[in-house]
Nanobody, 119 residues
């Protein structure tokens, strides 16, 4: 069993930055992903990283602005978000034990953290 807890969300002005963290209990040998869900919209893929941190992938909408990384010693995955836009406003979820951009492929989920970007 893996438990995930996200932190680092909040209110930020457009153009600003936030760093989200996802602390995981249990094994660190999982592929991890970040997803987000805005009100009235489906949950969408943001980024993922493999178990070793050697491979990452991003949604086109965040490529060049967001960076996913992991610290296996701390069992923590990060999402550095720069140049934030209004359309980045959503609840951000951390997911574990999966890979790819389909949320159905991930077995474990955190409760989510709200990110609000104001213009």
């Amino acid at each position: 069993q893996v438990q995930l807890v996200e932190s680092g969300g909040g209110l930020v002005q457009a153009g600003g930055s936030l760093r989200l963290s996802c602390a995981a209990s249990g094994s660190s040998t999982y592929g991890m992903g970040w997803f987000r869900q805005a009100p009235g919209k489906v949950r969408e893929f943001v980024a993922n990283i493999n178990w070793s941190g050697s491979r990452t992938s991003y949604a086109d909408s965040v490529k060049g602005r967001f960076t996913v990384s992991r610290d296996s010693a701390k069992n923590t995955v990060y999402l550095q978000m720069n140049s934030l836009k209004d359309e980045d406003t959503a609840v951000y979820y951390c997911a574990a034990s999966g890979y790819g951009d389909n949320p159905l492929k991930y077995a474990y989920w955190g409760p989510g953290t709200q990110v609000t970007v104001s213009s």
